[in-house]
């Protein structure tokens, strides 16, 4: 069966450290070979054999572990968020009632059954709202692997313990219960809890919208001319639907009949509608805006475009930056120490320190040491990097940047040097005839017919542009044989059995070609900045054909930005040594290298990478994909409906150069939030943790109660979240 990809989502995860035990535990598993769990989404993704288990034995594993699994659901759309508030509620409205009886009138206060009340409502509350985090906590340690539910349920347990001890007398006349503590402990948290689920659903907000796009309904024609409306859901391979004015979509495909304006915006960030005809291609999820079409469909579900999009992106969200690893490190010891801190609280004030107590050293100390176990928040740091590469994919969703890696827009964010290719990425692309040189009995339309044939199956622009010149001259040519493409050269093939190599003067060159007779033409078409393409038939040279690429709009503006953001930039192309300075002239790249090969552009970053810089390959995606593989950061440029299908890293959607600045400036912005959120979780935790045991109460009578501790633990992870939303005010470069 080979391998396998399966996405899931679980349900469970209190903590970084829940994902962290799940992910350890499968990759141990059997058949295995790629585990990540991504607490800040509840999802995860796991690579397996088909031939040692199934995703059932995947579930049932994570089961075992304590958790539950379920193939994913679209973007994470669970009910968790419902659920937490049902328990915050009750634990909001236990805190209340304790409160009250607490601070109500005098005379309430002392009535001999009040304690009673008291541990009634915190066995209430520990036995509702609670349950969660000694569930959670009893997972952890059976698995041998501690989260920061294990530090609330020791909290809680705690109080509640003594209080229990202490109401009963246990503790001799000196004993005083409080219950409050594992009651408005448990809601603090509990209020933390709801608010991080509710930003964090808001970092995945851009995902949400782009899946609203989808249609829900489509017109179904009928064999016998007639519509039925029926869920896109069911949608197959050439069906043909019926798309009236103003309706979305429903499916890729081609158009059959009609004429209409389409709005394709959603997919290549052009405001302005494009009109589409019989022939023309259409992606779901966009808009017809005038006339009607009727549409064969060629991708249904999670083949269409949108739907690469959105897995593209939730792939990103999944993978794990290189910054997170240091965090996920800490996280995985850092509740242990907080134990052994929390212990060691305890034994200072209770054996060495016990004057401070106020006569009451045991409950001092252990009070102490309960807020230490609190107030500790491996959350933070977990969630830290997640959280802001979250939004960060979403903020470049919206302005049609894809992150295909997480890692990638840390790396775009550290790139000192930038490599271009020119043709379709500075240029662009779609090239205009502007030379025919027949040579020997070879007339021009003989010349643009043995060109078409050879060009006729490549995707090369300059093959594209001799074929549609050919077509629209009328040209008809016979279908070649043998056809075998160079990459970045040229086409060999057989035409009417005589061999035909039409490509650069390199090809033909290797094939034994001779070029004397229109080297002096050529030079003059390469001065001009002109791109040349040979052909050649039974070995010799029929001709010779020029052609121009236009520049791209803003590629003369990014050179100024890039350099203010100290990037060296360098292009490389295949083109001759003319050519390539005229280009480089007219941008203002001052290196540059022409005539290069896909291998040598690959073999080039590969020795800048050598040099210790951190290299990012910008290009169309088609002939430079050994260069986008080999890159540190490798960007696809006006990808369009094929942006699933491209090589890079980071996909630019549309074609506009400005977007690799503002992909570079959104990765450094993602990096700092990033800094940011780790900064403000280990500062939290290195002030928080010397109040919360008692350090400053000798000299400033200083001290934090138990609850306060777990409410200041449960708005750090909110702060963190909160703060990688912030992304989305960042500028944005015009």
């Known amino acids: 069966m080979a391998e396998q990809t399966i996405k899931f989502d679980i349900a469970g995860m209190h903590c970084v450290n829940c994902a962290m035990n799940i992910e350890r535990r499968l990759k141990d598993f059997k058949g295995i070979k790629f585990v990540r769990v991504n607490f800040s989404n509840s999802t995860g993704m796991a690579t397996y054999d088909g ?3 199934g995703k059932t034995d995947i579930f049932s594993y994570i089961k075992d572990v304590g958790y539950s699994a379920q193939e994913r659901i679209p973007l994470g759309q669970t009910t968790k968020t419902s659920f937490q508030l049902g328990w915050l509620i009750v634990s909001i409205v236990a805190s209340l009632v304790m409160m009250f009886l607490m601070y109500g009138p005098i005379v309430v206060s002392f009535h001999p059954y009040m304690p009673y009340m008291f541990m009634i409502i915190a066995t209430v509350t520990i036995l509702g709202p609670g349950m969660d985090f000694f569930v959670s906590a009893y997972k952890s340690v059976k698995n041998l692997f501690a989260n920061m539910d294990v530090l609330v349920s020791l909290g ?16 001799g006349l000196q004993g005083h219960a409080f219950f409050e503590t594992a009651v408005m402990l448990i809601t603090f948290i509990r209020i933390g809890k709801f608010l991080e689920e509710r930003v964090k659903g808001r970092a995945s907000l851009a995902l949400q919208k782009l899946a609203k796009l989808q249609a829900d309904r489509a017109r179904l024609l009928l064999p016998d001319g007639s519509e039925t409306e029926v869920s896109a859901s069911i949608l197959q391979v050439d069906d043909k639907v019926v798309v009236r004015a103003g309706e979305i979509v429903p499916v890729d495909g081609e158009v059959i009949g009609g004429v209409s304006s389409v709005d394709e915006s959603m997919v290549t960030g052009e405001s302005m509608p494009v009109v589409k005809q019989k022939g023309d291609r259409v992606t779901g999820a966009t808009i017809n805006k005038t006339g009607v079409l009727v549409v064969k469909a060629t991708m249904v579900g999670e083949e269409t475009v949108l739907s690469h999009i959105i897995t593209m992106v939730e792939d990103a969200q999944m993978d794990r930056a290189p910054i997170q690893r240091f965090a996920d490190k800490v996280s995985n010891i850092f509740v242990p120490i907080v134990v052994g801190l929390s212990m060691a609280t305890f034994a200072c004030w209770y054996l060495l320190f016990p004057d401070y107590s106020g006569g009451q050293p045991f409950l001092w100390a252990l009070k102490t040491a309960i807020a230490v176990m609190v107030i500790a928040c491996p959350c933070a740091m977990g969630l830290a990097t997640p959280t802001a590469i979250m939004v960060g994919c979403g903020v470049g969703l919206e302005h049609a940047i894809l992150i295909k890696r997480a890692s990638a827009l840390e790396e775009i964010a550290r790139l000192d040097t930038l490599v271009f290719d020119k043709t379709g990425t500075i240029t662009e692309g779609r090239f205009v005839i502007t030379d025919i040189v027949p040579l020997h009995s070879t007339n021009k339309s003989e010349l643009l017919t043995f060109a078409a044939a050879g060009c006729s199956f490549s995707n090369h622009p ?3 542009s001799v074929v549609d010149e050919a077509k629209t001259r009328n040209i008809v040519w016979d279908q070649v044989r043998e056809f075998q493409e160079e990459p970045g050269s040229g086409v060999t093939c057989w035409y009417k059995e005589k061999e035909l190599i039409v490509g650069s003067e390199g090809l033909l060159k290797v094939h034994g070609v001779t070029m004397d007779e229109v080297r002096e033409k050529a030079e003059s078409f390469e001065l001009q900045g002109k791109s040349l393409v040979y052909a050649a038939y039974d070995k010799t040279l029929v001709g010779l054909i020029g052609l121009m690429d236009k520049i791209k709009q803003n590629a ?7 350099t203010s953001l100290d990037i060296r930039t360098i292009m490389l192309t295949g083109d001759s040594e003319q050519v390539a300075r005229a280009v480089a002239s ?9 005539k290069v090969t896909p291998a040598e552009k690959r073999e080039i970053i590969k020795n800048l990478q050598k040099e210790g810089l951190k290299v990012g390959m910008v290009g169309d995606g088609i002939n430079d994909a050994p260069a986008l593989a080999q890159a540190n950061v490798g960007i696809a440029i006006g990808a369009g409906t094929d942006v699933a299908k491209e090589t890079g890293d980071i996909v630019l959607v549309k074609n506009d150069m400005m977007d690799v600045v503002r992909a570079i400036h959104l990765g450094r912005q993602t990096l700092t939030k990033i800094k940011q959120n780790l900064f403000w979780a280990f500062f939290y935790n290195i002030i928080g943790l010397p109040i919360a045991a008692g350090v400053l109460y000798p000299f400033f009578g200083i001290s934090l109660k138990p609850e306060y501790a777990g409410l200041a633990m449960a708005f750090s992870s909110v702060s963190v979240v909160t703060n990688s939303l912030l992304l989305k005010r960042i500028s944005w470069y015009s």
């Open 51 to 53: 031939d040692v288990l």
């Open 156 to 171: 809680v347990l705690s109080s509640y313990a003594y209080s229990i001890f202490a109401l009963f007398g246990s503790f």
């Open 462 to 464: 300059l093959a594209q």
């Open 556 to 562: 003369q503006k990014i050179l100024p930005r890039l």
């Open 586 to 594: 007219e941008v203002g790249i001052k290196e540059y290298r022409a």
